[in-house]
Each structure stands twice: as C-alpha cells, then as structure tokens.
C-alpha cells in the first residue's frame, strides 16, 4: 500500500509540474501577443491600450488589416452555426472561418508591404510573425491593393 501511495503521490507531481509548464507556457505567449498587437496598433495610428479589450481588439485588427470588420461578425456567425450537429454544416463554417482567417492575415501582411510568404509565417507562427510585425523595421502602409 505504501508502494502505491509513493507511485500516486509522484505521478500527481508530475501532473503539477506538466500543468505549471503549460499556464507558464501560455502566459508568455499570450503576453508577448499583447505586446505584438499593441506595437502593431501603435504602428497603425490606433491607440496601443486597444489591444487589451477582448473582441474589440479584433475589430480593430481587422481595421488595421484594411479589411471591413464586418468579417469578424461573419467568422462569429460561423463559429456558432458550428454547433449544429451535421457534418455539411459543420464543414462548411469551417472553411469559411478558415478563409476568413486566412484573408484577414494576407490583408494583414499587405498593409505591412509584406507578400504571401508572410502570410504564411503569420497562419502557421502566428506570434513570432506578429512580434516581427510589432518590434521589427516593418512599416505600415494601410491598405494595399492587390
């Protein structure tokens, strides 16, 4: 008995130890996030402190994105249609929030005089790409066509 109080009394520790480096791991991300964003809306001409309310935020990273904000409606739209249990439904808001996600971040890139490599750096490292954005020598030039 004494053996499997020993063996459970390790493993809740390493459960505590796995947990610890997870929120740890996700404070600093989220963190270097809001650093990014408000760099990225200091950039833009908007006020810094806009990064730190939720949901509005997105509504401003859209505007910064030069694209209608209309959009983040659309891709909440979607995300609650989601929960609709038919594999068509279900299917289909998936795509359409995945095209919106990746419309928002080439639009994003653009207004930054950045190409479709960027765009893919922001899909796939979505952070460091932002922190380059924020913190690197990039340039806002609004919206760009094409």
């Given at each position: 008995?004494?053996?499997?109080?020993?063996?459970?009394?390790?493993?809740?520790?390493l459960?505590?130890?796995?947990?610890?480096?997870?929120?740890?791991?996700?404070?600093?991300?989220?963190?270097l996030?809001?650093?990014?964003?408000?760099?990225?809306?200091?950039?833009?001409?908007?006020?810094?402190?806009?990064?730190?309310?939720?949901?509005?935020?997105?509504f401003?990273?859209?505007?910064?994105?030069?694209?209608?904000?209309?959009?983040?409606?659309?891709?909440?739209?979607?995300?609650?249609?989601?929960?609709i249990?038919?594999?068509?439904?279900i299917?289909?808001?998936?795509?359409?929030?995945?095209?919106?996600?990746?419309?928002?971040?080439?639009?994003?890139?653009?207004?930054?005089?950045?190409?479709?490599?960027?765009?893919l750096?922001?899909?796939?490292?979505?952070?460091?790409?932002?922190?380059?954005?924020?913190?690197?020598?990039?340039?806002?030039?609004?919206?760009?066509?094409?």
């Amino acid at each position: 008995m004494n053996n499997l109080q020993t063996s459970l009394n390790e493993f809740y520790t390493l459960i505590r130890v796995y947990l610890g480096v997870v929120v740890t791991i996700t404070l600093v991300v989220c963190i270097l996030q809001i650093v990014a964003m408000w760099r990225i809306f200091t950039k833009a001409g908007e006020k810094g402190w806009k990064s730190l309310i939720p949901i509005y935020n997105m509504f401003i990273y859209y505007k910064v994105s030069g694209i209608s904000p209309w959009f983040l409606v659309l891709a909440f739209g979607l995300s609650i249609l989601s929960v609709i249990e038919n594999k068509v439904v279900i299917a289909t808001t998936l795509i359409g929030t995945f095209i919106i996600v990746i419309y928002q971040n080439h639009s994003l890139a653009k207004s930054f005089g950045k190409g479709f490599g960027y765009t893919l750096g922001l899909l796939f490292l979505n952070t460091i790409f932002l922190l380059i954005l924020g913190l690197g020598s990039a340039q806002y030039v609004g919206k760009k066509e094409n």
